[in-house]
């Protein structure tokens, strides 16, 4: 599995802890945004990149960060074919896969520890879409973007 991740500067630091831990797991990684946590970097252009990266097929799944979570997730699911998911604990990180097939996560480097952080990943890692009746919830949204995303 291709894995494409980026942060703004806020989230640096978490975004190389991830990083590691990717590459640990045997994952591909695309890295992406900040070179650093003190030069600034857009969330914006950050979170173009990660759902540029898994719209394309150029990676299958997403990591997005910035300082919140939030400005970077508003950025990727306005890209057609993306669904992240802000994420704050493992259990969120699980169900995001479990009932919304989410493709990319997003969480914030200023909110939560490496810890809690890793233990998100290997639950959007481990778990499966349960498909049946949130497939269905699923392709409601993919209706809405049929409307929506010229
Ligand atoms: C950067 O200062 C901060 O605005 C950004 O990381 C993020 O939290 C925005 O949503």
Same mark, same amino acid.
């Given at each position: 599995?291709? %894995?494409?991740?980026?942060?703004?500067?806020?989230?640096?630091?978490?975004?190389? #802890?991830?990083?590691?831990?990717?590459?640990?797991?045997?994952?591909?990684?695309?890295?992406?945004?900040?070179?650093?946590?003190?030069?600034? !970097?857009?969330?914006?252009?950050?979170?173009?990149?990660?759902?540029?990266? %898994?719209?394309?097929?150029?990676?299958?799944?997403?990591?997005?960060?910035?300082? #919140?979570?939030?400005?970077?997730?508003? %950025?990727?699911?306005? !890209?057609?074919?993306?669904?992240?998911?802000?994420? &704050?604990?493992?259990? #969120?990180?699980?169900?995001?896969?479990? &009932?919304?097939?989410?493709?990319?996560?997003?969480?914030?480097?200023? %909110?939560?520890?490496?810890?809690?952080?890793?233990?998100?990943?290997?639950?959007? !890692?481990?778990?499966?879409?349960?498909?049946?009746? &949130?497939?269905?919830?699923?392709?409601?949204?993919?209706?809405?973007?049929?409307?929506?995303?010229?």
């Amino acid at each position: 599995m291709v %894995v494409s991740i980026a942060s703004d500067h806020a989230g640096y630091d978490l975004r190389m #802890t991830v990083k590691k831990h990717l590459e640990e797991m045997g994952l591909e990684v695309i890295d992406g945004g900040a070179v650093s946590a003190t030069e600034a !970097f857009s969330y914006v252009e950050a979170g173009k990149k990660v759902a540029t990266d %898994v719209v394309s097929g150029k990676a299958d799944r997403g990591i997005a960060i910035c300082g #919140t979570g939030i400005g970077i997730s508003i %950025v990727c699911n306005k !890209f057609k074919g993306i669904r992240c998911a802000l994420c &704050h604990d493992a259990y #969120t990180a699980r169900m995001c896969r479990q &009932h919304n097939d989410a493709n990319v996560i997003a969480f914030g480097g200023r %909110v939560i520890g490496s810890a809690v952080a890793l233990g998100m990943i290997d639950a959007f !890692f481990e778990e499966e879409f349960a498909a049946g009746r &949130h497939a269905v919830r699923v392709g409601d949204i993919s209706s809405i973007e049929e409307v929506n995303f010229k």
